[in-house]
């Protein structure tokens, strides 16, 4: 009888050494003088040196890619979802006014291929460094009989830092108040599990085919483009005190995002009429999906809503314009509950 080891269990010990080999040099570019500590080591150290501020707060937020996982499998491509998971965390934070300190990621697999585990490691440090954070650390488990075999999951942790004074909670949010989007490229990382059963089970499309819709895009590129960061576009805003509230447009869309910045007592118009990426209109036609429903699993082209007073709306506009993006007037606050859309 063949003695059993752990590679014939399915883990591959050696395979997970070559994934730390293959990224060490792309994560300890991310690295700045506050780490203390290199990859290998149980715990991440960072020296939280905070001598600037007045009050240091932490922010730190926790999540993951979803199902957007099961398109880069079916496209064999996992180099976004990186970025995806790092941007979406930076968003996460930004929304009360924080910058990035560092991030910690987590990838689980039914058998790990270390090609495939430094893409993702890539993506991340990629993200890391355009966001001025640093990948501190992580884990990756090769889970046998709980992951199929080709299967990835992605999650992570981002820790950030804001001055106290500086905080946003949107409870100097009024009626009156102008809304500001700001476009998506997509999905983002939200509502995929409703837009694979349209677009391959539905449509019977495959990642590969083009369509009309989608210009010279393939579905898959379409639907792995990568969620954005907003961080450098909203630094100046923040700087400048422009902002009462924003509110990161995820799972739940407008809807359900929304609303959770809002004092009670206040609810909002929404004007729809910016441009929705060609994404959106391909699921909705071939599901024939209610546009309430695309509203409620989707972006629809507003990664992020900023409140600004009316008074303060030009110079937060012409700031974004500089940061090059492509703002748009969303709406605006009234008094109410809940959220109100005027097509």
Same mark, same amino acid.
């Given at each position: 009888?063949?003695?059993?080891?752990? @590679?014939?269990?399915?883990?591959?010990?050696?395979?997970?050494?070559?994934? #730390?080999?293959?990224?060490?040099?792309?994560?300890?570019?991310?690295?700045?003088?506050?780490? =203390?500590?290199? /990859?290998?080591?149980?715990?991440?150290?960072?020296?939280?040196? %905070?001598?600037?501020?007045?009050?240091?707060?932490? $922010?730190?937020?926790?999540?993951? $890619?979803?199902?957007?996982?099961?398109?880069?499998?079916?496209?064999? &491509?996992?180099?976004?979802?990186?970025?995806?998971?790092?941007?979406?965390?930076?968003?996460?934070? !930004? $929304?009360?006014?924080?910058?990035?300190?560092?991030?910690?990621?987590?990838?689980?697999?039914? @058998? +790990?291929?270390?090609?495939?585990?430094?893409?993702?490691?890539?993506? +991340?440090?990629?993200?890391? &460094?355009?966001?001025?954070?640093?990948? =501190?650390?992580?884990?990756?488990?090769?889970?046998?009989?709980?992951?199929?075999?080709?299967?990835?999951?992605?999650?992570?942790?981002? #820790?950030?830092?804001?001055?106290?004074?500086? *905080?946003?909670?949107?409870?100097?949010?009024?009626?009156?108040?102008?809304?500001?989007?700001?476009?998506?490229?997509? =999905?983002?990382?939200?509502?995929?599990? !409703?837009?694979?059963?349209?677009? %391959?089970?539905?449509?019977?499309?495959?990642?590969?085919?083009?369509?009309?819709? /989608?210009?010279?895009? &393939? #579905?898959?590129?379409? +639907?792995?483009?990568?969620?954005?960061?907003?961080?450098?576009?909203?630094?100046?805003?923040?700087?400048?005190?422009?902002?009462?509230?924003?509110?990161?447009?995820?799972?739940?869309?407008?809807?359900?995002?929304?609303?959770?910045?809002?004092?009670?007592?206040?609810?909002? *118009?929404?004007?729809?009429?910016?441009?929705?990426?060609?994404?959106?209109? =391909?699921?909705?036609? &071939?599901?024939?999906?209610?546009?309430?429903?695309?509203?409620?699993?989707?972006?629809?082209?507003?990664?992020? /809503?900023?409140?600004?007073?009316?008074?303060? +709306?030009?110079?937060?506009?012409? /700031?974004?314009?500089?940061?090059?993006?492509?703002?748009?007037?969303?709406?605006?606050?009234?008094?109410?509950?809940? *959220? $109100? %859309?005027?097509?």
């Amino acid at each position: 009888m063949k003695p059993v080891d752990y @590679r014939s269990s399915g883990v591959d010990i050696q395979e997970g050494e070559k994934a #730390v080999s293959l990224m060490k040099a792309k994560v300890r570019k991310t690295f700045t003088k506050n780490v =203390l500590s290199d /990859l290998g080591h149980f715990g991440g150290l960072f020296r939280a040196d %905070f001598s600037h501020m007045k009050e240091p707060v932490l $922010v730190a937020s926790t999540d993951g $890619v979803g199902t957007k996982l099961k398109v880069a499998s079916m496209v064999g &491509s996992y180099g976004t979802v990186g970025s995806d998971l790092v941007n979406h965390c930076v968003n996460d934070i !930004l $929304v009360q006014g924080a910058s990035p300190l560092f991030f910690m990621d987590y990838i689980a697999c039914g @058998r +790990l291929d270390a090609l495939t585990a430094a893409d993702i490691v890539s993506g +991340l440090a990629s993200a890391c &460094s355009g966001n001025g954070c640093v990948l =501190l650390g992580g884990e990756t488990a090769e889970m046998p009989g709980f992951y199929g075999e080709g299967d990835y999951d992605v999650a992570g942790t981002i #820790v950030g830092l804001v001055e106290k004074e500086m *905080i946003i909670d949107g409870s100097d949010i009024h009626p009156g108040m102008i809304v500001i989007g700001l476009p998506s490229n997509g =999905l983002h990382t939200n509502g995929y599990s !409703l837009a694979r059963k349209v677009i %391959f089970e539905t449509a019977g499309l495959s990642p590969s085919d083009n369509h009309p819709l /989608l210009g010279n895009r &393939s #579905v898959g590129d379409a +639907l792995l483009a990568v969620h954005k960061s907003y961080l450098r576009a909203l630094q100046p805003l923040l700087i400048e005190k422009l902002v009462k509230g924003i509110a990161h447009i995820t799972g739940g869309g407008i809807p359900g995002n929304l609303p959770r910045i809002l004092p009670a007592g206040c609810s909002a *118009i929404i004007r729809p009429q910016w441009k929705i990426p060609a994404i959106f209109e =391909l699921i909705r036609e &071939s599901g024939h999906v209610d546009i309430s429903e695309m509203r409620k699993a989707f972006n629809m082209g507003a990664g992020m /809503l900023l409140i600004v007073d009316e008074g303060d +709306l030009d110079r937060a506009m012409e /700031l974004l314009k500089i940061a090059g993006e492509e703002p748009f007037t969303a709406g605006e606050i009234i008094r109410g509950e809940g *959220i $109100v %859309f005027e097509d």
